[in-house]
């Protein structure tokens, strides 16, 4: 624990948690700046007394953490939206006759009919011609067509901000939360015949964009094949937009996903070729700074090359302090390093602490610097080619223990042949990127070799082949595991306490492991508690029926015949998230009990008069021609659900007749999934079965 007394070290430490209490509490800020003032009194008073003092005191190590724990709070409070007079989310203003000046600053994926962007506004126009300056990134969506926009365009349009879509069915993928985490609280959803090119920003971030673009209208010139093309610009240039949904399955089930994105791996081995080439250097008169001025130049120029997208300036300021600390030779440099780049990119952008390949990158590489020097000392190969194999196996375990508990709590499956992926891609990774490069160097010079570009292509078909291979091996794969953030964190203090362990063998390390062991069973054992209860669902699919009963980790399912096929990526979200170990089918018939209520199912074919029911629900399919109010007079339900089967034009005179009628209306396409759940501890007969 000997890297503990390093004081960026400590300072990271109680940072880090004042920058997560800042999203998760409200302080006005006035409050925070008298606290931090007030602190920083008693700090100087503290600094004199703690130099009068022979043997120091926990009072002035306290004081130093409370001071950096509110400054990481207040990093937070200053970018956090709502505390920015000039942002849109508190900006006055009549969005029905203002236009909105923004400029792009990310292109995001496109779906098959929309383009998407992240844009940052700039300032407000109104009708009578008067700006109003403002801030803060919004999404915007238009449709595809041949308008074609690019990062640094500023564009002027309506302004008609509305809410990012929440998920409509339980336990899938938040992008409403995730665009929050990246400070995106608005969509705006123009036609492209309403958008104005204005100008062009000009920023070394467009430049690179730009830069990048280029590189990849070249590269698309040369010989390579669409899905050789897509692995290049993702594993060069950081661009994954074209990488097909199949090719990333395969990289995801062989455990090498982490290839397709630059990031610290990539930036990691390309600080180690540079280090190795520029070796020499080191016998010159000031060698060492002469070095490490061309590390970082060359670093960044790799960034510049893939477009200083986010992930890559992150890898690239991390990897630059360690470049830094790589050259003082001591030992512990690399690690107060990573804590440097660590407080100096979360005091920048606090938002990073919530995006996962940040998260992801850290880990990976604060295992590999504590776990590997241990677990290559477990084995002693004579062989040199057998010791570099080990070193790489060893690598890869360490950053494997290092993101295991967070890769299970994101992605729900672990592919234990990843350590047979990284030790065949892993040695010829350096030999791909850096010819990589050259080929893009060449490229943007209009002189790249056909030949070299064909052998470039077959080494890249050769990697895909080789992980489509391992990851057709599905006895391997293990899928859907529900793992949950409390999981995460009590299975991390178990590494965290094995760590200390192997740093100080006694008593009290081992008290620390057997703790961070019973935390984690403790957590294990509420999550299974979780499970045991009951719920019933009214899924959201579109043209399609789905009625779900859970009930003790098994899931009974209701569907229409051709449903069951369109609604699996829904059904494999609840099965994960409810850690449901059976799952059985049925059809759906007109009338089902539904958590001790009586569900009548109105479809297409329009009949509701079933002699002697009295339903407390109804759901509505298919767009049934039906007279709802006479249906409601006859049967008296206390709510209607309506699915996602039918038109929305029925659904919104439906909707006016139940207000009129006083009855409460539920749509799945705009409140989600219809869902009725009892607590664990509050357990009562739940069945939803055939009515008789």
């Known amino acids: 624990m000997q890297f503990l007394n390093f004081t960026f070290i400590k300072l990271s430490l109680s940072f880090l948690p004042g920058i997560i209490a800042g999203f998760f509490l409200d302080i006005q800020l006035q409050v925070l700046f008298w606290v931090i003032s007030l602190l920083a009194l008693v700090f100087i008073f503290a600094?004199?007394?703690?130099?009068?003092?022979?043997?120091?005191?926990?009072?002035?190590?306290?004081?130093?953490?409370?001071?950096?724990?509110?400054?990481?709070?207040?990093?937070?409070?200053?970018?956090?939206?709502?505390?920015?007079?000039?942002?849109?989310?508190?900006?006055?203003?009549?969005?029905?006759?203002?236009?909105?000046q923004a400029r792009i600053a990310a292109k995001l994926k496109p779906t098959p009919y929309n383009q998407r962007y992240i844009?940052?506004?700039?300032a407000f126009k109104t009708e009578h011609q008067k700006a109003f300056k403002t801030e803060g990134k919004l999404l915007l969506t238009t449709e595809i067509d041949s308008t074609k926009l690019q990062v640094g365009d500023i564009l002027l349009f309506p302004y008609r901000p509305s809410e990012i879509n929440?998920?409509?069915?339980?336990?899938?993928?938040?992008?409403?939360?995730?665009?929050?985490?990246?400070?995106?609280?608005?969509?705006?959803?123009?036609?492209?015949?309403?958008?104005?090119?204005?100008?062009?920003?000009?920023?070394?971030?467009?430049?690179?964009?730009?830069?990048?673009?280029q590189i990849i209208t070249k590269l698309k010139a040369a010989t390579f094949s669409e899905e050789e093309l897509s692995i290049i610009q993702a594993l060069l240039l950081g661009e994954r937009r074209d990488i097909s949904r199949k090719i990333r399955d395969q990289y995801a089930a062989a455990g090498a996903i982490h290839i397709l994105a630059v990031s610290g791996l990539h930036v990691g081995i390309i600080l180690l070729i540079l280090n190795f080439l520029l070796k020499p250097l080191e016998n010159l008169k000031n060698g060492r700074i002469i070095k490490t001025i061309l590390l970082l130049s060359l670093m960044w120029g790799f960034a510049l090359l893939a477009g200083l997208s986010p992930s890559v300036v992150r890898a690239v300021s991390m990897f630059s302090f360690v470049a830094i600390g790589m050259q003082l030779r001591r030992k512990t440099s690399v690690m107060n390093s990573l804590f440097v780049s660590l407080f100096v990119l979360l005091l920048i952008n606090p938002f990073y602490i919530f995006q996962v390949g940040f998260q992801l990158s850290y880990l990976a590489v604060f295992s590999i610097v504590i776990f590997q020097p241990f677990l290559y000392q477990l084995l002693r190969p004579k062989f040199k080619l057998i010791r570099y194999l080990w070193?790489?196996?060893?690598?890869?375990?360490?950053?494997?223990?290092?993101?295991?508990?967070?890769?299970?709590?994101?992605?729900?499956?672990f592919p234990a042949l990843f350590f047979l992926s990284?030790?065949?891609?892993?040695?010829?990774?350096?030999?791909?990127?850096?010819?990589?490069?050259?080929?893009?160097?060449?490229?943007?010079?209009?002189?790249?070799?056909?030949?070299?570009?064909?052998?470039?292509?077959?080494?890249?078909?050769?990697?895909?082949?080789?992980?489509?291979?391992?990851?057709?091996?599905?006895?391997?794969?293990?899928?859907?595991?529900?793992?949950?953030?409390?999981?995460?964190?009590t299975a991390?203090?178990?590494?965290?306490?094995?760590?200390?362990?192997?740093?100080?063998?006694?008593?009290?390390?081992?008290?620390?492991?057997?703790?961070?062991?019973?935390?984690?069973?403790?957590?294990?054992?509420?999550?299974?508690?979780?499970?045991?209860?009951?719920?019933?669902?009214?899924?959201?699919?579109?043209?399609?029926?789905?009625?779900?009963?859970?009930?003790?980790?098994?899931?009974?399912?209701?569907?229409?015949?051709?449903?069951?096929?369109a609604a699996q990526r829904i059904i494999s979200d609840y099965k994960t998230g409810k850690n449901i170990t059976k799952i059985e089918t049925d059809t759906i018939k007109n009338v089902l009990r539904f958590m001790n209520k009586k569900l009548l199912i109105i479809d297409s074919s329009g009949i509701y008069d079933v002699p002697n029911l009295k339903p407390e629900l109804i759901l509505i399919t298919h767009s049934p021609k039906i007279n709802l109010e006479r249906v409601l007079i006859l049967t008296k339900p206390s709510k209607v659900i309506a699915d996602g089967s039918n038109f929305h034009s029925f659904i919104a005179r439906w909707e006016e007749t139940c207000r009129k009628q006083k009855v409460p209306f539920h749509h799945t396409g705009k409140k989600g999934a219809f869902r009725i759940s009892t607590e664990p501890k509050a357990l009562y007969q739940l069945t939803l079965k055939l009515y008789n």
Do not use: C
């Open 47 to 100: 600094f004199f007394r703690a130099r009068r003092q022979i043997f120091p005191d926990a009072f002035f190590g306290i004081l130093v953490f409370l001071i950096t724990f509110s400054l990481g709070f207040l990093t937070t409070s200053l970018h956090k939206p709502e505390n920015r007079p000039q942002h849109y989310i508190n900006t006055e203003i009549n969005s029905a006759r203002s236009l909105l």
């Open 119 to 122: 844009i940052k506004a700039e």
């Open 166 to 213: 929440s998920p409509l069915n339980p336990y899938q993928f938040d992008y409403k939360a995730y665009m929050e985490k990246q400070a995106v609280l608005k969509q705006l959803q123009i036609n492209s015949e309403e958008i104005l090119k204005i100008g062009q920003a000009s920023s070394p971030m467009i430049f690179a964009e730009n830069l990048r673009e």
């Open 391 to 413: 070193g790489l196996l060893t690598v890869s375990i360490a950053a494997q223990l290092g993101v295991l508990p967070l890769s299970l709590f994101y992605f729900h499956q």
């Open 422 to 489: 990284n030790l065949v891609i892993l040695p010829s990774l350096g030999i791909i990127l850096g010819l990589g490069i050259l080929i893009i160097l060449l490229s943007l010079l209009n002189a790249l070799p056909g030949l070299l570009a064909e052998i470039y292509g077959q080494l890249i078909s050769y990697m895909n082949q080789f992980i489509g291979w391992v990851a057709i091996q599905e006895n391997f794969l293990f899928k859907e595991i529900s793992f949950s953030l409390l999981q995460s964190f």
């Open 492 to 565: 991390y203090l178990i590494i965290l306490s094995f760590f200390f362990l192997l740093n100080q063998k006694n008593y009290r390390t081992l008290v620390y492991l057997i703790l961070g062991v019973i935390s984690f069973q403790v957590s294990h054992i509420f999550e299974k508690q979780k499970h045991f209860s009951e719920e019933a669902v009214i899924f959201h699919k579109s043209r399609n029926n789905l009625i779900g009963q859970y009930q003790n980790k098994n899931l009974q399912l209701y569907h229409n015949p051709d449903s069951l096929a």
